[in-house]
């Protein structure tokens, strides 16, 4: 079996984690009640995984990737791109509330969305490049180990700014054809140059990425998460945390 299949099965595989984790919250949503305890622990659990994706995945890799085009930088240049991008959202949304004519309900889960989709392209384009099996393998297993959450996070952002299904359908079956796409992509160009390009990028992509997850996990959650009880308050911060910790743990393997 040449590598080519390999890349096949891959692609297959991730798309079939990305589509699973993604309807479960749709079907759950879908014939659960509309402020259902479930659903708003869902919503916790989601901002926990954004939250630790930022400080775990995407923040480190900037900045490993910034060192190896650059060497050791004397300005903290990753760093700088995660604040500025925390920054943009808080503008964006400071500036909807001020202005009737603009919905942050509009904005954050389509600029969520296209995060997410340019990050799934990108990886699966690193995966299609890969000239080895064990290169392969190990970005299969990197790629799949997030994506479930990822995809989970994302189905479940939108319906909490109340997209209609047949749109949150779309978005997450797009989204779930990118990673796929980019390997398709990637294997297309490792036919013809085994020059890696982009790196640069994507190292740009993924300090931004960090800091508009950072602001999804910290501020936006708390907009959406101030009228609950007592006890359902500590219920959502456990699972906040429980996201956190899973990206924690998958750091260590990844």
């Known amino acids: 079996m040449t590598l080519i299949y390999y890349k096949i099965i891959a692609a297959l595989i991730i798309f079939l984690i990305s589509i699973t984790a993604a309807i479960y919250p749709l079907i759950k949503k879908k014939y659960a009640f509309k402020h259902a305890e479930s659903v708003e622990l869902g919503e916790a659990l989601a901002s926990g995984i954004f939250l630790g994706a930022a400080f775990f995945h995407m923040l480190p890799d900037a900045v490993e990737m910034f060192e190896h085009i650059y060497g050791t930088l004397s300005y903290p240049l990753p760093e700088a791109i995660c604040i500025l991008s925390f920054l943009l959202l808080l503008f964006l949304e400071r500036l909807s509330l001020g202005n009737h ?76 054809l990118m990673t796929p796409l980019g390997i398709t992509i990637g294997t297309i160009i490792n036919q013809f140059t085994f020059v890696r390009s982009g790196e640069l990028i994507a190292a740009t992509f993924n300090a931004f990425a960090a800091g508009t997850f950072l602001y999804i996990s910290t501020l936006h959650h708390v907009h959406f998460h101030h009228h609950t009880r007592d006890t359902q308050g500590l219920l959502e911060f456990a699972s906040l945390v429980i996201g956190v910790a899973a990206m924690g743990l998958i750091a260590f393997w990844v």
């Open 101 to 176: 004519g603009i919905s942050s309900r509009n904005s954050i889960p389509y600029i969520l969305a296209l995060i997410l989709i340019i990050h799934a392209l990108i990886e699966g384009a690193a995966l299609g490049i890969g000239s080895t099996l064990a290169e392969t393998i190990m970005l299969l297993i990197a790629i799949a180990a997030h994506k479930g959450s990822e995809s989970f996070a994302l189905s479940v952002t939108m319906l909490r700014h109340e997209l209609p299904f047949k749109r949150t359908l779309l978005i997450i079956v797009f989204f779930s």
